[in-house]
């Protein structure tokens, strides 16, 4: 397990991550990572170059996989060409988060609905806050952060 920095707290674009949970709930099939035991809509944690949230939706056959921006979105200050290492202790990470699971959400809903739900709300940003336990110890929450138009969004 990677030793996390205490309080590490990763921002993310609120309306691009939806725009990425809409591509993985919308695809016709989904990637899987060990342990899955079947494909379903998720949001995957990634920290590889740079750290992000990814749709594991599956583009419909003849699709670019990655062509599509909706796919992957980088945490603010963690864009490609950064060493995520010095935030996760020097671990390759891919973490799920189901999407339409009901009891996902603290309001007992899916991850997907609150999503949408901070959104409209009007929230521009996804606060994704590490434990130094581990991501299993992740919080996640809405806020209006956002004031200058950044995207976390790839190749922008």
């Known amino acids: ?20 949970a809409e591509h993985a709930a919308a695809s016709p099939a989904h990637g899987l990572v060990d342990g899955d035991t079947g494909p379903y809509p998720a949001l995957w944690w990634v920290s590889d170059d740079g750290t992000y949230l990814m749709s594991n939706g599956i583009p419909a056959e003849g699709a670019e996989p990655d062509g599509d921006p909706r796919r992957l979105v980088h945490a603010d200050g963690w864009g490609p060409g ?20 009901e009891g996902a959400a603290e309001d007992g809903g899916t991850f997907l609905d609150a999503l949408r739900s ?8 996804l606060v994704w806050q590490i434990s130094a336990d581990g991501w299993h110890e992740t919080r996640v929450t809405a806020a209006r952060l956002r004031r200058d138009g950044r995207t976390g969004r790839a190749g922008r």
């Open 1 to 20: 397990m990677s030793t996390f920095i205490p309080g590490a707290r990763l921002v993310f674009p609120l309306a691009d991550v939806v725009a990425a």
């Open 82 to 101: 950064t060493d995520a290492w010095e935030l996760l202790g020097g671990d390759d990470i891919c973490e799920p988060y189901p999407l339409c699971e």
């Open 118 to 125: 901070a959104l409209a709300e009007g929230n521009t940003d």
